[in-house]
Structures are given as structure tokens and as C-alpha cells.
């Protein structure tokens, strides 16, 4: 839902780049919760980031404290290169394929440019 917003509100710039948060901000964050009182739902619609991390940065806290933000930092495994033509070729269909609708769904949007 959240994507889908931001695709509204800005565009494709809107969900082109993924957000990194320092531990910092990610400690502020959670100090506005604990110390502040805002809740969840508050700070999602301040700092327009999702619930689901907002909440999992406050488990990792109460759990292992500012130690558990930098360990949170988690690596995206690579996708096994295919490893011939044929495979790549099958991959990229396959992409061709799930994202040919895509166009067609976002035309009746009303996307700020």
C-alpha cells in the first residue's frame, strides 16, 4: 500500500531507490516511541517509512539495545547467474512477461510528476 502511495504522490522516482537508514536515525526513530509516546502509526506517517520496519527496529532494540540496529543490516543474496544462453534467455521472458502488465495498470493512476 505504501508503494503504491508513493507512486501516486511522486511518481516512478517515488519507488525507484531503496531507502537506507542510518543507526542513528533508526535510534531517533525508536526515541520518539519510547520517549515521546508516538505511536507506530505516528511515525510511519512522519517519516514515511514502513510499519513492518519501524516495528522490527523496535524488536531488535528491546532485544540486544543499539546493538541489535547494527547487526540488523542484512545482505541481499545475489540470484544465481544463469549459466547458459538458454537460461538467461528463459529468465529474461520471464521478467518480460510479469512486468508487460504493469504499464497498463499504472496509466489510470494520477501520479504527481
Known amino acids: 500500500m505504501y508503494l503504491l502511495k ?14 537506507y537508514y542510518t543507526e542513528e536515525y533508526e535510534l531517533s526513530v525508536i526515541k520518539c516511541h519510547y520517549e515521546d509516546g508516538e505511536t507506530i502509526m505516528d511515525l510511519v506517517q512522519e517519516t514515511g517509512i514502513q510499519c513492518r520496519m519501524i516495528k522490527e ?10 546493538a541489535g540496529l547494527i547487526t540488523l543490516k ?8 544463469p549459466k547458459t544462453d538458454a537460461e538467461r534467455i528463459r529468465r529474461l521472458e520471464m521478467e518480460n512477461e510479469v512486468l508487460r502488465p504493469f504499464p497498463e495498470t499504472c496509466e489510470g493512476w494520477d501520479a504527481k510528476k
Open 6 to 19: 508513493q507512486y501516486q504522490e511522486h511518481g516512478k522516482n517515488g519507488i525507484s531507490t531503496p531507502r
Open 57 to 66: 527496529w523496535l524488536n531488535c532494540y528491546a532485544r540486544e539495545g543499539y
Open 74 to 81: 542484512c545482505v541481499k543474496p545475489k540470484a544465481a547467474e
